[in-house]
């Protein structure tokens, strides 16, 4: 499986609820798309009624599609680390289950090599109050959530859980991030 696409270069990455994920993602330059969904586990095409129980093991996770000649691994690698907490297992915030796991899903060896590399530098620095306990595992599959997942805070910013949880962490990004979001 390759992560070039015509120019472009896809990520997997897992770090709580794909909606805040998708919400995060979606706004840096450089991104072409962004896909809320599952991925490795042991249902094929799992629904995410089924993956809500904690028995699939799959991860809620967002594909995102991106260009690297405006963005790189690497910088999509500096958001992931700070816009969730990758020293809590199986939980951000509420979101409690192995479906929240924190998660590089990788394509090739290039994207393992970054994320171990940043991981390990992370982690010696202090950087977080504790170990980090992302995994870094090769991508089995990706399946993407049903419809009324995609673009979820953008459809739904008044909705509670968009208000609690996601609008908060919207803020804080953009305020960390701001030269890299798009016009």
Same mark, same amino acid.
């Given at each position: 499986?390759?992560?070039?696409?015509?120019?472009?270069?896809?990520?997997?990455?897992?770090?709580?609820?794909?909606?805040?994920?998708?919400?995060?993602?979606a706004?840096?330059?450089?991104v072409?798309?962004?896909?809320?969904?599952?991925?490795n586990?042991?249902?094929?095409?799992?629904?995410?009624?089924?993956?809500?129980?904690?028995?699939?093991?799959?991860?809620?996770?967002?594909?995102?599609? $991106?260009?690297?000649?405006?963005? !790189?691994?690497?910088?999509? #690698?500096?958001? %992931?680390?700070?816009?969730? &907490?990758?020293?809590t297992?199986?939980?951000?915030?509420?979101?409690?289950?192995?479906q929240?796991?924190?998660?590089?899903?990788?394509?090739?060896?290039?994207?393992?090599e970054?994320?171990?590399?940043?991981?390990?530098v992370?982690?010696?620095?202090?950087? $977080?109050?504790?170990?980090?306990? !992302?995994?870094?595992?090769? #991508?089995?599959? %990706?399946?993407?959530?049903e &419809?009324?997942?995609r673009?979820?805070?953008?459809?739904?910013p008044d909705?509670?859980?968009?208000?609690?949880v996601?609008?908060?962490?919207?803020?804080?990004?953009?305020?960390?991030f701001?030269?890299?979001?798009?016009?």
């Open positions: 499986m390759s992560s070039n696409f015509g120019g472009t270069e896809t990520a997997v990455l897992g770090a709580g609820c794909f909606w805040c994920v998708e919400a995060v993602f706004e840096l330059k450089g072409v798309s962004v896909t809320p969904g599952f991925c586990g042991s249902t094929k095409n799992p629904s995410y009624k089924e993956v809500c129980t904690g028995k699939t093991g799959h991860n809620e996770v967002a594909r995102i599609v $991106f260009d690297p000649a405006v963005i !790189t691994f690497d910088e999509l #690698l500096e958001v %992931f680390w700070q816009t969730h &907490d990758p020293t297992l199986n939980r951000q915030g509420n979101d409690i289950g192995d929240y796991r924190s998660g590089v899903y990788f394509i090739d060896n290039v994207q393992r970054r994320a171990e590399h940043w991981r390990d992370l982690d010696k620095s202090g950087a $977080f109050h504790g170990p980090i306990v !992302t995994e870094i595992v090769p #991508l089995d599959h %990706f399946y993407p959530a &419809d009324y997942h673009n979820y805070f953008a459809m739904n909705q509670g859980y968009c208000q609690m996601i609008r908060p962490k919207i803020d804080k990004f953009r305020k960390a701001g030269t890299k979001l798009k016009p």
